[in-house]
């Protein structure tokens, strides 16, 4: 399977990985794509944090921060 065809809709994404953190850049077409990038790294095992202040976002995009014991 191509890898295009699962890319939310970043161009050259560069991912670092040093301990739990995971620090990324890019291009993101738009702020869904931005928001899915981050989630896609912060749900792989072992990854206690993601940076990617990197990416300049032009979009407001704000995170919430779950722990346990928080419902929805």
Do not use: C, H
Not at 6 to 21: C, D, K, S, W
Not at 27 to 33: G, I, R, S, V, Y
Request: glycine share 8%.
């Amino acid at each position: 399977m191509p890898r295009e065809k699962n890319n939310p809709g970043v161009t050259n994404l560069t991912v670092a990985v040093q301990e739990e953190t995971v620090t990324l850049s890019g291009t993101a077409k738009d702020a869904a794509a931005f928001e899915k990038t981050v989630l896609i790294a912060g749900n792989v095992e072992g990854v206690a944090k993601v940076e990617a202040a990197a990416f300049g976002a032009a979009w407001d995009s704000s995170f919430v921060l779950i722990k346990a014991g928080d419902t929805l």
